[in-house]
């Protein structure tokens, strides 16, 4: 599995920003292509994720409603539009794809294979 990230950068509060990955290596229809994050000082965190193999997509509670997550059709592109973004969603933002693994089992989301090199995003004024 291979991933490569894109975007981030830095915008003011309330701003937006769109992250890309693009993932490949697959073997198995049920995988999952989906976000973490990092902030300094902090775990990393689970943000959003996409199933590649039904499509479904799963949020954090601290990011629900104002990030989308979604897919190029017929790819294995996978973009996480921010946006309203805050000051505490201020971190390096890590894609990630796993194979033969649910996106979100109740409490339970998917760990992680194979990771991108991360990208900065900043919020701030």
């Known amino acids: 599995l291979q991933v490569e990230e894109s975007g981030g950068g830095w915008v003011q509060p309330g701003g937006s920003l769109r992250l890309s990955c693009a993932a490949s290596?697959?073997?198995?229809?049920?995988?999952?292509i989906g976000w973490f994050r990092q902030a300094p000082g902090k775990e990393r965190e689970v943000v959003s994720c996409l199933s590649g193999f039904d499509g479904s997509k799963h949020y954090a509670d601290s990011v629900k409603g104002r990030f989308a997550i979604s897919r190029d059709d017929g790819t294995n592109t996978v973009h996480l539009q921010m946006n309203d973004l805050q000051p505490d969603d201020t971190a390096v933002y890590y894609c990630?794809?796993?194979?033969?693994?649910?996106?979100?089992?109740?409490?339970?989301?998917?760990?992680?294979?194979?990771w991108g090199q991360g990208t900065q995003v900043t919020v701030s004024s």
């Open positions: 290596g697959f073997t198995r229809a049920a995988y999952v």
């Open positions: 990630s794809t796993q194979e033969n693994v649910l996106c979100r089992y109740g409490d339970v989301w998917f760990s992680g294979d194979a």
